[in-house]
C-alpha cells in the first residue's frame, strides 16, 4: 500500500536566544563598560583623596632616593682683544668623579689618583670611601676634580679603576700666560673669576651650568652602575647656557711690546713696581695697559696679591710735577696767566713753614717764562702761579681733569685717588697741592687728565671694554664713555706747546722722552713714596706725554717706584720706547715741523 508523501512543517515563529539579538548585546556591552569606568573612578578617588597623601610621599621619597644629579658645565664665554684675538678661553677638560658604592679600597684608589689629580690622599679618601649623605641616603657620586686636561684623564680612564669616571668639563686657558695678566685676572676651582676682568664681568662671562638628573637603581640591590639609568625612570636634563665673551680695546701684540718694554726699563733702575698706560686719544680706549712684575695667569697660585695688582688702576700715589699742568692749563683757561707771561721765582719759597725748594733753583728775583717754568719743572713757579689762581679753582679743575674719582674704565676696584677739598687746607697746602703733593691719584686717571690736552681739551672717560659677544654672535658695543669740556681748544693748543719744552729745552727734565722724527709734548713727575703717613727714601718717578704733539694720535703714561731717580732717569726712557713703538705699529706718519724754540727767561 502507497504511503502518503509527508507535508512540511509549517515555520514556527520562536524568538531567538537573549544573547543573539544584537540591540540586546549593545546594551549589556555598554552597561558592563560603564561598571568597569565607575570602578576606575572610584579607585581613583580613594588613592586620591583617601591614600595618596601618603603613599605619593612616600613614592616620591623612594624615586628622591634614587635620583642622582650631575652638572653639565656652561662653556665660559672668551676673552678677546679688539682685533678678536684670544686672551682668555675655556677649552675642552674633564672632571673626575667616584661612585663610592662601587669601590673596594679607597686608600688604596686614593693614593694611586693623587698624584694625577694633585689633590691630598687625606682629601680624596674619604670622598672615595663608602659614606652616607646627611639624608642617609648612600653617596653614589662625588667629585674629585675639575679642569683635568686631556692627557691626565686619559691615563686615569687607561687605570680602569671600578667606581672612578669622567665627564666632559670647561678649564681656563690663557694662550699668553702673563699677557694682559694683570688686567684679564683668573677663575677658581668652581670656574668663578676671582681677578680682573674674569672677576668683574664673572656673571656676562659666566653662562649657566646645566644638569643631568636620573633615576638609578639601589646600590644595594642593582649594585650602583651610575652609568645605567633606570630605563623608563625618571629623567631629567636642562642643557647649559654658554657665556657671553668679552671683546677689550687692548691690542694683543702692542700689549705685548709695552709689558716686554716696562718690564726691561724697570729692571733696571730696581723698581719695586710699575705701571704703563697706552690710550687713544680720539676715543679714550685704553690700547695697552702693563703692570710691573706681573704673573702668569695660567699658574695664579704661585703668585702674591702684590704681583696680581693692576697698579696703573687701583694703585694710587702723588703724582707730583706731573700735576703741574693741570695747574697751568687751569690758570691758562682762567685767564690769570698767558703763555707770554712771566713769573718772578727764586732758589726756595717757604709756605705755612714749609720750605719748597727747586730742583734747578734760580736767583732771587730771577723772571722764567711759561714754558720755563716747565721745561725746569720749577715748584716756585707753579705755586706762585697756583696763588693767582686759588684754591677754589684749582680743586674745580681737578675735577675736572677727573681726579677725586675712579675714572671707570671697567677694572673691579679702580681706586678714587684723594683730594684735598679747600676748607681742609693747611697753610702748607697752597705749596704742596699745586705741585701734586697733597694729592692721590692713579696713573689711569692722569693719563686721561693729559688725554684732555691732548683731545682738544675734552675729558674722554678712559675704558677697556669694546663689547660684548652673545653665544649666538650678536654683538653689542660697550657703554660709551663720558665726556666733558676742560679747556677751550685754543687753551688745549697752547698746553701742548708749552709741554714740548720739558722735551726740547736742553737741561730740561724730560729730554729722555724724545721720539725720533715725531714732536713730544709732556711732563716728568717725581715724588716721595709715603708709607704710613711719612715720606721715604723711594720715590715714584713717571711721564706722561703725546704724540705727535702738533696732532695727537696717543697719550701714554709710565710710572715706576723705585729706590731713587727722577722721573726723567726712570720713566721717560720707557715712555721713549713705547711711543715709538706705538706710532710705528699703527703706522702713525712722522711729523713734518720742527720743535717750538723755546725761551726759559723773557
Known sequence: MLRQPLKKRPARNTPPPPLANSTRRLRLSTLAALVVFLMIGIRLVVLQVVESPGEEKELLRQRDSRLTTVVLPA????ILDRTGEVLAQSVEARYIYADPSE??????VAARLSPLLGVPVSKLTPLIAKHRHPNGDWSQFEYLARDVDLPTAARIAAMKIVGIGQGRDEKRDEPGADLASNLIGFTGYDHKGLEGIESRYDSVLRGADGSNV???????TSGGKLDKPIPGGYHKETPARPGTSVELTIDRDLQFEVQQSLSE?????HAVKGAAVVLDTQTGEVLAQASFPGYNAAEPAGSTAADRSDVASNQPYDPGSIHKAITIGA???EGVITPQSSITVGPALRVGGVLFPDDEP???GTKLTIPGVMALSSDVGTIRIADRLGKDKLYAYQQKFGLGKAA?????AEASGALLPPDEWSGSSYGSVPIGYSVDATLVQMVA????IANNGTYIQPHLIKATIAPDGKVTAGPAPQTHQVLTPEVAAEMRTILQAPVNVDGATGTRAKVPNYLVAGKTGTASKLVDGQYTSYNSGSFIGMAPADHPRFVIGVYADVPSGSGGQVAAPAFSDMMSTTLWHYQVPPSTTQPPTFKIHP
Do not use: F, W
Open 75 to 78: 662653556a665660559r664665554g672668551s
Open 103 to 108: 669601590i673596594k679600597d679607597a686608600p688604596a
Open 214 to 220: 636620573y633615576e638609578t637603581g639601589n646600590p644595594d
Open 265 to 269: 726699563q724697570l729692571q733696571k733702575v
Open 331 to 333: 690758570a691758562l683757561q
Open 362 to 364: 734760580q736767583k732771587s
Open 408 to 412: 671707570g674704565e671697567g677694572m673691579p
Open 449 to 452: 687728565a693729559y688725554n684732555a
